[in-house]
């Protein structure tokens, strides 16, 4: 067999250019279906943590009233996208321009949350404060609590007299959440 005999019928190893590129276009093409899914995901995930927090926060709140023995409240300011758990009066703790409680009236700052830009949620509610009972756990006045994403989807924390808490989503909107 001659030398140009053998290279003509040699192995080729590796990828040429073209087989590259068309894998890396089809690559493209799947990642760019597999997106909208993926922020769909990262926006569920983002409403269902602050809706979660939330709802955490409100049993802590009924819970640190009765550990105190003292009135406890759950403010919120929609505006800011921030709540806070305190004792005293209503208008005696507001959220600061970072997220931190500004207290007065010997008022006590216990908690405060604030969801930045970044979360991308919004806080809506029915009554700017409730108060937990020291002596019974009960909520005035019952209200319910709205967690929004900015593609409109929506978990309802509904709290009711005797300061228990039902969470849903509008239309199960919210998977794992039930319809309100």
Same mark, same amino acid.
């Given at each position: 067999?001659?030398?140009?005999?053998?290279?003509?019928?040699?192995?080729?190893? $590796?990828?040429?250019?073209?087989?590259?590129?068309?894998?890396? $276009? #089809?690559?493209?093409?799947?990642? $760019?279906?597999?997106?909208?899914?993926?922020?769909?995901?990262?926006?569920?995930?983002? #409403?269902?943590?602050?809706?979660?927090?939330?709802?955490?926060? #409100?049993? %802590?709140?009924?819970?640190?009233?009765?550990?105190?023995?003292?009135?406890?409240?759950?403010?919120?300011?929609?505006?800011?996208?921030?709540?806070?758990?305190?004792?005293?009066?209503?208008?005696?703790?507001?959220?600061?321009?970072?997220?931190?409680?500004?207290?007065?009236?010997?008022?006590?700052?216990?908690?405060?949350?604030?969801?930045?830009?970044?979360?991308?949620?919004?806080?809506?509610?029915?009554?700017?404060?409730? #108060? %937990?009972?020291?002596?019974?756990?009960?909520?005035?006045?019952?209200?319910?609590?709205?967690?929004?994403?900015?593609?409109?989807?929506?978990?309802?924390?509904?709290?009711?007299?005797?300061?228990?808490?039902?969470?849903?989503?509008?239309?199960?909107?919210?998977?794992?959440?039930?319809?309100?």
């Amino acid at each position: 067999m001659t030398r140009q005999h053998a290279h003509r019928h040699a192995r080729q190893h $590796g990828l040429s250019l073209v087989e590259t590129t068309v894998t890396l $276009g #089809l690559a493209a093409v799947v990642a $760019g279906l597999a997106a909208p899914n993926l922020n769909t995901v990262l926006e569920l995930r983002r #409403l269902d943590g602050a809706a979660t927090q939330l709802a955490g926060d #409100l049993q %802590f709140a009924r819970g640190e009233a009765l550990a105190r023995n003292r009135p406890v409240r759950l403010s919120l300011d929609a505006a800011q996208a921030c709540y806070l758990v305190h004792t005293g009066a209503a208008a005696d703790c507001r959220c600061a321009g970072d997220g931190s409680a500004t207290c007065s009236g010997g008022a006590q700052a216990i908690r405060s949350v604030a969801w930045g830009a970044g979360e991308r949620v919004g806080l809506q509610a029915s009554s700017g404060s409730l #108060l %937990f009972d020291p002596r019974h756990g009960t909520a005035t006045p019952s209200a319910t609590l709205r967690v929004v994403a900015a593609d409109g989807r929506a978990i309802h924390h509904v709290v009711n007299v005797m300061g228990r808490l039902r969470s849903c989503s509008p239309l199960a909107a919210v998977p794992g959440y039930r319809a309100c």
